[in-house]
């Protein structure tokens, strides 16, 4: 089944030859195509150019697209989109004057949402996280990586990657799983985090390995959770079952976690809120994608990854909404890339580059996702009639999607 997409107004993020990602001064371009048409058949797109140079308009499916903008579907490269239950509760206690910190210290934040998981059957799990992934779907995101994380016992743990599983076998939208049982220690590991890291390791890591249920390896590197050796031995392990890292580190504080990630060549390092002068020269010439989690800035009123120290330092940088109850409870990636450009400076192309190509790369699909190229996945957005491209994170938290393709599906 073919679709063609004529006038329209102009096309973003279009590329001839596949790029891996783009970094320091190239996030300023975005490869643009006015006046264009795009044609797709079935979850593929085929063709694209000016409208001058359509030969034909044959097709199934014929959509006018006069006055719209079409880009590529967001890739949104950190979440943990399955959780049970919320934590509104706590969102109202920091309004009242306790600190996240705090928050968790008295047995809420992760520990919180562990315990609803632990005591919500799979069925049901699955039932409140496909409802998180539709919305995600319909902002426009068509591809998410999900960590586990709020489980904290094999079983628990093991239950959150099978949802992850089912809802990438039920859904269009591409998922990639990450085993983050390293999120923090559950209560009876109070005094013993050798045990629970032991515990990761030894018993659940084989098999989250063995059945295929995560490419990522995650850790929360960060004072008070999991140290740098921690990090390093968690590393270390999965990378003997091939698992690739991708790492929470220097959330609230720098303490090495950005140099254990390159050392162990980490897909990602992400939320870089506090980052040292020796954080981004580490990052220079290495494979390892910094990742910026503005929504989580903008909730827990913490600084933001400066953005323009690194990418004028010649990195890249990759955006993603970091959805969760604690810190983000938002997988709206509009609003990250309006964020972006209101509070971390960057422009609309850097924060567009940073959405798309870029956040592929940050999930291993750069060669099926994150731009308008033939070959890869006919993954896109029309927006309603806007006068610019511009205006989409300028008009900030506004709805300007008409329609969403994942996987040539309309959502
Ligand atoms: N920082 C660690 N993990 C999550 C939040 C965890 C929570 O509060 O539930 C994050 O990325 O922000
Ligand atoms: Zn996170």
Not at 93 to 117: H, M, P, Q, V
Not at 152 to 157: D, F, G, P, Y
Request: charged share 20%; glycine share 6%; hydrophobic share 40%.
């Amino acid at each position: 089944m073919t679709t063609l997409i004529i006038n329209i107004k102009e096309l973003l993020q279009v590329e001839n030859t596949p790029k891996k990602m783009v970094a320091g001064k190239d996030m300023k371009v975005l490869p643009t195509i006015k006046n264009a048409f795009l044609l797709i058949n079935d979850d593929c797109i085929i063709d694209f150019g000016q409208m001058k140079d359509l030969s034909e308009i044959t097709s199934d499916e014929l959509i006018d697209a006069t006055g719209k903008i079409v880009l590529p579907t967001w890739c949104d490269s950190h979440t943990h989109i399955v959780y049970a239950g919320n934590r509104e509760q706590e969102f109202v206690d920091r309004i009242n004057g306790l600190t996240y910190e705090e928050i968790a210290n008295n047995g809420g934040g992760i520990l919180n949402s562990a315990k609803k998981l632990q005591n919500t059957s799979e069925e049901e799990l699955y039932k409140q996280s496909a409802k998180r992934v539709e919305e995600v779907m319909k902002l426009g995101t068509g591809a998410v990586e999900i960590k586990s994380g709020y489980g904290l016992t094999k079983e628990a743990e093991l239950k959150m990657l099978r949802v992850i599983k089912k809802l990438n076998e039920v859904y269009p939208i591409t998922i990639k799983a990450t085993f983050l049982g390293a999120h923090a220690l559950p209560l009876e590991y109070k005094n013993n985090k050798v045990g629970y890291l032991n515990e990761v390791i030894h018993e659940i890591l084989p098999i989250v390995a063995q059945e295929h249920l995560a490419e990522f390896i995650d850790i929360f590197c960060e004072t008070g959770y999991f140290s740098v050796e921690d990090t390093e031995k968690l590393l270390q392990a999965a990378a003997n079952y091939g698992l690739k890292p991708k790492i929470h580190v220097n959330q609230f504080t720098a303490i090495g976690g950005v140099q254990a990630g390159i050392k162990f060549n980490a897909l990602s390092v992400d939320h870089l809120e506090e980052m040292r002068i020796e954080d981004i020269e580490a990052l220079k010439n290495s494979n390892t994608m910094p990742i910026a989690l503005p929504s989580c800035s903008y909730f827990l009123s913490i600084p933001y990854t400066p953005a323009r120290k690194m990418i004028d330092a010649g990195l890249p940088l990759a955006l993603a909404t970091d959805y969760n109850p604690g810190s983000t409870p938002s997988g709206n990636m509009n609003f990250v890339v309006s964020t972006a450009c209101i509070k971390m400076k960057m422009t609309p192309e850097e924060a567009i580059n940073a959405a798309t190509i870029n956040a592929a790369y940050a999930m291993g699909l750069e060669k099926t996702h994150g731009s308008i190229c033939k070959g890869k996945k006919a993954n896109f957005i029309i927006t309603k009639e806007i006068p610019s491209y511009y205006f989409l994170p300028y008009s900030f938290g506004n709805n300007h999607i008409e329609k969403v393709y994942i996987n040539g599906k309309l959502i």
